[in-house]
């Protein structure tokens, strides 16, 4: 299933089994591009809640803007810059990827990587994008597997 707007921002979830919780892909979908475009095994419980309570801490601490500083003049060498918000991928980050959301006025600032922070892409999106786009992923413990002749569907209960 994809959560968005495959187009701008968006979020596939595949559950393909149930190990210890909810197992599948986990992937997103940012300028056409799957985002870790690996593992079938990701605890998509732990991933899913993970995502969900950072946004949520960060936006209960972080009121101010970013503003336009450029993504070059940003120290990540220290954790994390000051006035963004970390989107905790949890398992996400074993293939590289760590995420984190800071404003600019009306618009969202996604700045990514994927290669264990050596190299730095932002993504501009109006204001607000990230939010809904996390807010709207289907807790884990909702989604079904549906296998049928060796078609697996993912469905929300």
């Given at each position: 299933?994809?959560?968005?707007?495959?187009?701008?921002?968006?979020?596939?979830v595949?559950?393909?089994?149930v190990?210890?919780?909810?197992?599948?892909?986990?992937?997103?979908?940012?300028?056409?591009?799957?985002?870790?475009?690996?593992?079938?095994?990701?605890?998509?419980?732990?991933?899913?809640?993970?995502?969900?309570?950072?946004?949520?801490?960060?936006?209960?601490?972080?009121?101010?803007?970013?503003?336009?500083?450029?993504?070059?003049?940003?120290?990540?060498?220290?954790?994390m810059?000051?006035?963004?918000?970390?989107?905790?991928?949890?398992?996400?980050?074993?293939?590289?990827?760590?995420?984190?959301?800071?404003?600019?006025?009306?618009?969202?600032?996604?700045?990514?990587?994927?290669?264990?922070?050596?190299?730095?892409?932002?993504?501009?999106?109006?204001?607000?994008?990230?939010?809904?786009?996390?807010?709207?992923?289907?807790?884990?413990?909702?989604?079904?597997?549906?296998?049928?002749?060796?078609?697996?569907?993912?469905?929300?209960?």
């Amino acid at each position: 299933m994809i959560i968005g707007d495959p187009y701008q921002v968006a979020i596939q979830v595949e559950q393909i089994d149930v190990l210890c919780s909810p197992s599948g892909i986990f992937n997103f979908i940012i300028n056409d591009i799957f985002i870790p475009g690996k593992g079938i095994n990701i605890d998509l419980y732990v991933v899913i809640s993970s995502l969900k309570d950072s946004l949520e801490a960060g936006l209960k601490e972080v009121n101010e803007d970013i503003g336009n500083v450029p993504i070059e003049k940003m120290d990540f060498s220290e954790g994390m810059p000051e006035k963004l918000i970390s989107l905790d991928v949890a398992e996400l980050y074993d293939y590289g990827c760590n995420f984190w959301l800071g404003f600019d006025g009306d618009e969202d600032r996604l700045i990514y990587t994927l290669d264990f922070e050596k190299s730095f892409i932002e993504k501009r999106f109006s204001r607000g994008t990230i939010e809904k786009l996390i807010r709207k992923l289907p807790l884990a413990d909702s989604l079904i597997i549906d296998k049928n002749n060796d078609i697996i569907i993912t469905k929300i209960n």
